[in-house]
């Protein structure tokens, strides 16, 4: 039985590990050609989400293999810790770097060589609809992202591509390890489905917009985490 993402080409950006690791087995399992792309040494590609040079050199292996890309998940991000008022200029713009402009870049790289029916998605955070203390440059770019996804599926739209962004709850990824191996038991008493996410929770969420079971669905905030934003904060 053909897979639900046979044949899709598809570009994913920080493969290495966590959830983009995830994605690439998952997409791969699903028959997708899978172009997994990271800054770390891994069995993909190198890819430099803040370079357009390097997003130019992806696509162009992309083309040569496969000869169009049906799918860009833009997975790839970094955290920047401290309080706003002490926020080194260098690591805000560092955050917004690969945050923000790296989908933008790839959205720019892939569109002209995506059909009609193709998909793109960005993944956001719950931090892109409320903030954490600490967390001004992370919090930032991922509001700006959801931003970017939803101009870009009014652009798109026409191109017959669909953008969307997926917003993760707490995941048990490298990035926020520290934080999860620490305080598992708290967060997950404070989740109504009770547990952490694991990484194949968000790739299960990419698949769905990646595949043509969500070909009428373009610029949707999607939450993946766990029931957290059905409840009221606690006063």
């Known amino acids: 039985m053909a897979g639900r993402l046979e044949g899709k080409v598809v570009i994913i950006t920080g493969a290495a590990r966590g959830q ?4 690439a087995e998952r997409f791969a399992a699903e028959g997708a050609h899978v172009i997994a792309g990271d800054v770390l040494d891994h069995d993909g590609i190198h890819l430099d989400v803040t370079s357009p040079e390097s997003w130019a ?5 992309a083309l040569k293999d496969h000869g169009r890309i049906d799918v860009l998940l833009n997975n790839a991000g970094i955290r920047a ?5 002490e926020m080194p200029i260098s690591d805000f713009q560092h955050v917004m770097d690969i945050n923000l402009m790296g989908p933008l870049l790839g959205i720019q790289a892939v569109v ?3 059909p009609k029916g193709s998909s793109i998605i960005n993944v956001s955070s719950l931090n892109g609809l409320a903030a954490n203390i600490n967390t001004s440059a992370y919090t930032t770019s ?3 992202l959801r931003g970017l996804t939803k101009a870009a599926a009014l652009d798109l739209g026409p191109l017959g591509i669909r953008v969307n962004a997926i917003l993760p709850g707490v995941i048990r990824t490298p990035m926020i390890s520290y934080i999860v191996d620490d305080h598992e038991e708290r ?3 404070g989740l109504p489905l009770g547990r952490i996410g694991e ?3 968000i790739a299960s969420a990419a698949l769905f917009l990646a595949s043509d079971e969500s070909a009428w ?6 939450t993946v985490d766990g029931g957290q934003m059905a409840s009221t904060p606690k006063l």
């Open 20 to 23: 983009g690791q995830a994605e």
């Open 217 to 222: 669905i373009s610029g949707l905030d999607l």
């Open 142 to 144: 991922k509001f700006a």
């Open 199 to 201: 990484p194949m929770d």
């Open 57 to 61: 050199s992806a696509v162009a292996g």
């Open 81 to 85: 810790v401290g309080p706003v008022h």
């Open 112 to 114: 002209p060589h995506m």
């Open 187 to 189: 967060l997950a008493a």
